[in-house]
């Protein structure tokens, strides 16, 4: 499906990603501590026994910066880190265990970053084994892992397939050498095809590419070839992101020149070409950038209507507690969030203290509650259904933007609930800002922008 142009123009504003509601802009610094323990502990023994919980751990460091990177990373060629870092998480994870009536049962565990690859095989498995050791783990687990095709080795892979992991996601971006030498990624995609093969030859069932459209110096020949040569190597989940150009938060983004940025017109041809050469090449648009083989558990979840969406993007497991360790982690207990001190000083400092690391948070309110639902019907769902009790306030912030967001035929409404159209599959983002009261009610300007456009 080829879209307009000024269609995409007219949808090309800064919006959230929404991996929460509210988002992360609209919480508090700083956290009652005692009230986020005692929120956790209820929401750990509401779900521990029935569904299992989520964990995601944060390796944050990295050996070399990639310009376009807007993760919490730490720059580093000294491995003496890791043991100090594991020794933190190990601790952290005490705190957490302390509050638990029962041990945990672990039913989805990703590995994020940073380059989790940048430990090595040794030091991931006493990382693991520390977590393992005083839980259970869930016969339907999904384990997962973003590895750098650059250093993601055989030992690294057996070792995880080992603890329980069959899912790894790579960070691709780009496969031209000079849209590479750039953004300082520099990696052959002979090391991607080895990383690629060395994964399912140890029995991984899915490897992810994360692509990236909208850097500098790319250009939509460049871009084809990447995807081809992607398309070639069969990844079973393909991850199509919009370059989010934010400098005021990630300095890195300001070491290149922003004239080598392709215009917004060009990027919404590169975004339009990398789709349609997914699309009919066997891929199934997931939503929000996602793409998937129909034989993948994610294709499958999106049929099934089981798909949802939290911290780590779209997941076929759906927990009501998902627990954050390291440096900036977030974690999402249902009904409250916590995020994690953002720095290592501080971070070390808090757990040097047994204290949890906490930084900032939010508690929701019913309202919040209601509206993040229908934000993730919308995300994993492509339709919600309205409740009665919430109609005065849809009518006040949502169903203005819903009648147009229809009028462009991006979706079918009532008072009854929303239905997302094939062409709305492609603007997501927008069609869940329609539900985002927070953003509605702060639409004054701010000096610095808050996320980066949606396309």
């Known amino acids: 499906m080829t879209i307009d142009t000024s269609l995409l123009n007219k949808y090309n504003v800064p919006v959230p990603r929404y991996t929460s509601y509210p988002t992360v802009p609209f919480w508090n610094e700083g956290i009652d501590v005692t009230q986020w323990k005692n929120i956790f502990q209820q929401q750990f023994t509401a779900a521990n026994s029935k569904e299992g919980i989520s964990l995601y751990l944060h390796l944050p460091f990295c050996e070399s910066l990639c310009t376009y990177c807007g993760c919490n990373k730490k720059i580093t060629g000294n491995h003496r880190v890791e043991e100090v870092y594991m020794q933190a998480i190990a601790k952290e994870w005490a705190l957490y265990v302390e509050l638990m009536d029962e041990k945990p049962v672990i039913r989805e565990l990703h590995l994020g970053g940073g380059t989790p690859t940048f430990f090595s095989s040794e030091n991931l498995k006493k990382l693991l084994d520390i977590i393992f050791e005083k839980s259970i783990i869930h016969p339907d687990h999904e384990f997962s892992i973003e590895g750098h095709p650059n250093n993601t080795t055989i030992f690294h892979l057996q070792t995880l397939y080992n603890e329980g992991f069959r899912r790894v996601s790579y960070g691709v ?253 492609s603007f997501i983002r927008n069609i869940c800002r329609a539900f985002d009261l927070h953003l509605w009610r702060n639409q004054k300007e701010t000096a610095v922008p808050r996320f980066s456009n949606a396309i």
């Open 173 to 425: 971006q780009d496969t031209d050498p000079e849209v590479q030498k750039i953004i300082n990624r520099i990696q052959p995609v002979e090391n991607v095809q080895r990383a690629t093969d060395s994964a399912r030859a140890v029995g991984f069932k899915s490897v992810n590419f994360d692509l990236i459209y909208g850097l500098p110096l790319q250009t939509l020949k460049s871009l084809q070839k990447t995807i081809e040569q992607t398309i070639a190597m069969q990844p079973d989940r393909i991850a199509f992101y919009s370059y989010a150009h934010v400098p005021w938060t990630s300095r890195g983004q300001r070491l290149f020149d922003e004239n080598d940025l392709p215009s917004a017109e060009d990027k919404m041809k590169l975004y339009q070409l990398g789709k349609k050469l997914l699309l009919e090449n066997g891929y199934h648009d997931i939503g929000m950038d996602h793409f998937a083989l129909a034989t993948d558990d994610l294709y499958i979840a999106k049929l099934d209507g089981s798909l949802h969406r939290n911290f780590m993007g779209y997941t076929t497991q759906h927990t009501k507690l998902l627990l954050g360790l390291g440096v900036s982690s977030i974690s999402d207990a249902g009904v409250a969030y916590a995020q994690n001190e953002k720095t290592l000083h501080d971070y070390y400092a808090a757990i040097e203290k047994n204290e949890l690391p906490l930084r900032r948070g939010y508690f929701l309110t019913e309202e919040d509650v209601a509206f993040k639902q229908y934000i993730l019907d919308i995300s994993c769902k492509g339709k919600t259904f309205f409740k009665k009790e919430h109609l005065a306030l849809l009518r006040k912030y949502s169903f203005a933007e819903l009648e147009k967001l229809e009028a462009d035929q991006l979706l079918n409404w009532n008072e009854e609930g929303v239905t997302i159209t094939a062409l709305g599959n």
